[in-house]
């Protein structure tokens, strides 16, 4: 049977109230009935040490008719329901009041005392009815049972209020994650002023919501940014493709125009290999890591940016030739990483300027310094720098897409390290890459 929450709840409590009531019940029940008990005990003993007492004490010497006639005499002052039987030693019947003895099947209570009295030697009974006493435990009993029905409807209408009460923000939550959608993010949920779990998943459900509406937020942005950057390639090549069949068109223009289409299917290719890999990253993605020598990687990167730094032209200069760094990296990744951070430099360095590569090792941590004497970065764009299309303005936009250093820093993450950067409008930029060291085995 698939009951819910509330349901079990107040099925649970009930079950435990009942429990715990009967087990109270009992114990009144049997601590009452053990109390009358012993009172009654008590006073056939005590009923019958006195008359033992008496008869020891005061009728010695005067026979067994004065025995007889005070226990006549003792006997009319006992309550209705109690009775006394005096036995000779032999076990003859000398008195006995009520003359028929205790009511056939009714309990009682029973004492009896041996009593020397001239030599003589005679058995004293005193016995009382435990009628009313059993009449008053069933009464006690039947009153118990007749406010069970009572107590476990209270328990139930008590437990269906408590928890009515206790799960109204559960039932809250539940509507709000049914009409939760991704036009409705920003709708948060009451927050109780009670610092209890109610209150903490009321937190934890409105800080999933910011977090949602955060990451939808950027993957709208990301989306619309991707869409934006997609369609100018598609555009050239489309539009080139469409003049060049209109009309007959020389060999040389021919040429041009696939010259065209094959530098904007160039830069269509690469936006889409740095979508792929940001959507790895946001995905969680890792990389297979393995001891490596950073330097000569680095100076392997820098020689393939030799070319394109001649023509523009720049100096790339590695200051002083690097020592060997061993570090745990992807080699791969960490080529991409190191070209951006090159490729950056050389866009943005005017002709004869000057780009330093240097690494230096402090404790377990490596630093390698990327450094032109470009057009710098604003101080209100340096923050954002890292964020995906982000282009500060016309000075630093060449063509690009924005992703580049967006993929470098999340590099840099997966190998445990950081990129900063240090820059002044005019004089250039410094990038720093950290990546923390391992020791060469």
């Known amino acids: 049977m698939n009951l819910s929450l509330r349901a079990r709840l107040l099925l649970r409590h009930a079950a435990f109230f009942l429990v715990g009531m009967l087990i109270f019940a009992a114990l009144i029940w049997f601590g009452v009935r053990s109390t009358l008990r012993s009172d009654s005990a008590r006073w056939v003993d005590s009923q ?21 006639e005070e226990a006549r005499e003792f006997s009319s002052g006992l309550p209705i329901g109690s009775g006394i039987s005096i036995l000779s030693e032999n076990g003859r019947l000398l008195f006995q009041r009520p003359e028929n003895g205790p009511p ?29 006493t059993e009449l008053v435990l069933a009464r006690l009993l039947w009153l118990m049972v007749g406010l069970v029905p009572v107590v476990l409807l209270a328990a139930f209408a008590g437990g269906w209020w408590v928890s009515r009460n206790a799960l109204q923000p559960i039932d809250e939550l539940i509507q709000a994650a049914r009409i939760t959608s991704l036009q409705s993010l920003a709708a948060r949920l009451p927050v109780p002023s009670q610092q209890d779990e109610l209150q903490r998943l009321c937190q934890a459900w409105n800080e999933m919501l910011a977090r949602m509406e955060d990451s939808a937020g950027r993957l709208q942005q990301f989306t619309a940014d991707a869409s934006h950057e997609l369609r100018t390639p598609v555009a050239v090549i489309r539009t080139s493709a469409e003049l060049a069949l209109r009309q007959e068109r020389t060999p040389e223009h021919y040429r041009e125009t696939l010259r065209q289409i094959a530098a904007q299917s160039s830069e269509m290719t690469q936006l889409i290999e740095n979508l792929l890999a940001l959507a790895r990253a946001d995905a969680g993605g890792a990389l297979p890591l393995r001891p490596l020598e950073a330097s000569a990687l680095i100076e392997e990167v820098a020689g393939q940016f030799n070319a394109r730094a001649l023509l523009k032209p720049v100096r790339l200069i590695i200051q002083p030739r690097l020592s060997p760094i061993i570090i745990a990296g992807d080699p791969a990744s960490l080529r991409r990483l190191f070209a951006i951070l090159l490729d950056n430099a050389i866009k943005f360095t005017e002709p004869g300027g ?29 923050a954002r720098i890292f964020d995906r299309f982000f282009q500060a303005d016309a000075s630093r936009s060449s063509g690009g897409s924005g992703l580049g250093l967006s993929l470098a820093q999340w590099i840099a993450r997966l190998h445990g390290g950081a990129i900063e950067v240090e820059s002044t409008p005019g004089q250039g930029s410094r990038f720093l890459v950290q990546l923390p060291t391992q020791k060469d085995e």
């Open 48 to 68: 019958a040490a006195g008359l033992e007492r008496f008869l020891q004490s005061e009728l010695r010497g005067h026979g067994e008719a004065a025995i007889l």
């Open 354 to 382: 000057t780009i330093h590569l240097a690494a230096e090792v402090s404790g377990h941590r490596a630093t390698f310094l990327v450094q032109d004497d470009g057009c710098g970065i604003a101080e209100e764009h340096r």
């Open 104 to 132: 056939p099947g009714v309990p009682i209570t029973a004492a009896t005392k041996a009593t020397m009295v001239d030599g003589h030697r005679y058995n004293l009974q005193l016995w009382r009815s435990r009628a009313e």
